[in-house]
C-alpha cells in the first residue's frame, strides 16, 4: 500500500507539473500577441542587445587595463626623476576628471605627488632595484628570431683557447638525477609500480657501494609512497646516505610544480605537504632548488623558495632567445630579485641551465651528438638509442683518452657561457635510474673518465660527482 501511495504522489505532482507549464506558454504567446513584455529581465532589449553591451563592456576592460598599465609606468619613470613623465601622467589622469584645472603647473603636480605620505604609498621615493639586468628591459629588446646556431641549434658557436684555466682550473660537478612526473602518460599509481619503485630500490642497492656516487631527489609524493612499504633498517639507510653527502633532497616541495598557471596558493600548499613530510620522516630541510621540469618559472616562486630556507634554485624551461642572450653575456647564474625589492633581502641565487632540454644529450655541452654519446644508458643492446646514430661506447683502457679529451671539450665550451670556474652538468632524464645495470652503467664508466681527467696535469680541469 505505501508503495501505491508514492506511486500516485508522484503522478500527480508530474500533472501539477504539465498544467502549470501549459499555462505559462499559453500566458507568453498571448502576452506576445498582444504586444506585452512578458518579463523585466527583458525591459531592456533582446539577447542581441545584451551580447552588444558585454562586447562593450569587454572593450572598456581592455581599455581599462592599458591606462593601469601606462599610469603605473608613467609613476615608475616619475619616482625615477624623468620629468617627462609628469606630463605623461596628466594626459592619462585629465580625462578621468571634470574639474582638473588645466592652468595648474607641471612642477606643482610633481610637487603634490612627492608628498605622498611614503606609509600610505609603498613606492613613495624609494630607489629603484640596483640590478644588472631587467628582464621587463630585456624582452623589449629580444626580437625571438629562430636563427641556425650550429650544433647548438638555437644558440651560437663557442670557442675557447684552452688558455682560460692556467691560472685556476676547471671545476665540474655531474649531478645524477631522475624526473619523475606525478601523473604525465600514465597515472602515478602506474609510473610508481612501473618505475619509480625500482628507482629507489636500486637506489639503495647502488648508492651505498661506493661513496663517490651520488644522486639527488625531488618529487616527495612518490618518496613518500616509497617509505610506507619500506622497513625500519632501510628507512635508516637512507637517512645515512642523506647524512654522509651521497643523497640530498632537491626543493622538498609534494610534486615539481608548474609555475606559469598556479596560483601562489597552490604553490605554498604543496611546499607546505613536502617540507612538514621531510622534516617529520627523514629529519631534513631542502636547501637547493630544481626545476628541471616546470612549465614557466615565476618570481613568485623564487620568493617562495626563498622564505622557505632555501638558499639557490636551478632552473630549465627558458625561452630559447632568454637563454641566447643571457650565454651571449655570460649571465646565465645571477641573483635573482624581486621588481619591488629595493634593499635585496628577496635575492636568490639562480643557475640557468643553457640548453635545449635537461636530458643527457643536453646538458654535457653544445652538441647533442656528442653529449649522447655519454648517456651510458644507450650503450649498444640497449632499447634507448641516440637519435644520431652514434652510440656510446664503454669505457676500457684503448679508449680512456679519446673519450676523455671528447667530453672535457664539451665541459670547457659549456664553462665558456659561465663567469665563474665551476661548471654544473646534470646526468639524468625522466624516471632514469630504475635498474640497477643502468647505475652501474653510468656510475662506473663515468667515474673512469672522471679519474682519467683528474690524473692529467696538464688538462687544469678536476672532475666529480
Not at 558585454?54 to 609606468?73: A, C, G, M, P, T
Not at 626563498?306 to 630559447?320: D, E, S
Request: overall charge neutral; charged content about 25%.
Amino acid at each position: 500500500m505505501r508503495v501505491s501511495v508514492r506511486k500516485v504522489t508522484l503522478l500527480f505532482a508530474a500533472c501539477i507539473f504539465v498544467v502549470v507549464c501549459v499555462f505559462l506558454y499559453l500566458s507568453l504567446e498571448s502576452q506576445r500577441l498582444t504586444g506585452v513584455e512578458p518579463f523585466a529581465i527583458l525591459h531592456q532589449g533582446d539577447i542581441h542587445n545584451v551580447e552588444k553591451k558585454l562586447e562593450r563592456l569587454e572593450q572598456e576592460l581592455e581599455l581599462n587595463h592599458q591606462s593601469i598599465y601606462d599610469i603605473k609606468k608613467a609613476l615608475y619613470d616619475l619616482v625615477r626623476e624623468d620629468n617627462s613623465s609628469v606630463q605623461v601622467l596628466r594626459s592619462l589622469v585629465d580625462p578621468l576628471f571634470d574639474d582638473v584645472d588645466d592652468h595648474i603647473p607641471t612642477n606643482k603636480i610633481k610637487q603634490q605627488l612627492l608628498k605622498l605620505d611614503k606609509n600610505e604609498c609603498l613606492f613613495y621615493k624609494v630607489p629603484t632595484p640596483k640590478t644588472d639586468v631587467q628582464m621587463l628591459d630585456v624582452y623589449d629588446k629580444l626580437l625571438f628570431e629562430n636563427g641556425e646556431g650550429g650544433v647548438w641549434k638555437q644558440g651560437f658557436d663557442i670557442q675557447y683557447t684552452g688558455m682560460e684555466w692556467q691560472d685556476l682550473p676547471l671545476k665540474v660537478f655531474v649531478v645524477p638525477h631522475t624526473h619523475n612526473d606525478p601523473g604525465w602518460i600514465k597515472t602515478f599509481d602506474k609510473y610508481y609500480k612501473d618505475q619509480t619503485k625500482n628507482i629507489f630500490n636500486s637506489m639503495l642497492m647502488k648508492l651505498p657501494v661506493d661513496k663517490k656516487r651520488k644522486f639527488i631527489y625531488a618529487e616527495i609524493s612518490y618518496l613518500s609512497t616509497w617509505w610506507n612499504e619500506i622497513d625500519v633498517k632501510q628507512k635508516h639507510l637512507v637517512k645515512g646516505l642523506i647524512e654522509n653527502g651521497q643523497l640530498e633532497i632537491v626543493t622538498g616541495g609534494w610534486v615539481m610544480a608548474d609555475e606559469a598557471n598556479t596560483h601562489y596558493f597552490a604553490l605554498i600548499d604543496q611546499l607546505i605537504e613536502g617540507h612538514q613530510w621531510l622534516e617529520q620522516q627523514i629529519g631534513v630541510r631542502p636547501k637547493s632548488g630544481w626545476a628541471i621540469d616546470t612549465f614557466g618559472h615565476s618570481s613568485t616562486m623564487a620568493y617562495l623558495l626563498k622564505k622557505a630556507g632555501l638558499t639557490n634554485i636551478l632552473l630549465q624551461r627558458v625561452h630559447y632567445s632568454v637563454k641566447k642572450y643571457l650565454s651571449q653575456n655570460k649571465m646565465l647564474e645571477f641573483m635573482w630579485r624581486q621588481t619591488w625589492d629595493h634593499s635585496g633581502s628577496t635575492d636568490i641565487f639562480t643557475h640557468l641551465m643553457p640548453f635545449y632540454s635537461y636530458d643527457i644529450p643536453h646538458t654535457c655541452g653544445p652538441d647533442p651528438k656528442i653529449c649522447c654519446q655519454f648517456d651510458f644508458k644507450r650503450l649498444p643492446g640497449s632499447r634507448v638509442k641516440c637519435p644520431w646514430r652514434v652510440a656510446p661506447q664503454a669505457i676500457t683502457e684503448k679508449n680512456v683518452d679519446e673519450r676523455a679529451r671528447t667530453l672535457l671539450d664539451q665541459y670547457r665550451k659549456k664553462s665558456q657561457l659561465y663567469r665563474s670556474n665551476v661548471l654544473l652538468v646534470p646526468l639524468g632524464d625522466d624516471f632514469r635510474y630504475d635498474t640497477p645495470k643502468e647505475w652501474d652503467d653510468q656510475m662506473n664508466n663515468y667515474q673512469k673518465l672522471f679519474d682519467y681527467m683528474n690524473r692529467q696535469s696538464g688538462w687544469n680541469v678536476q672532475v666529480r660527482k
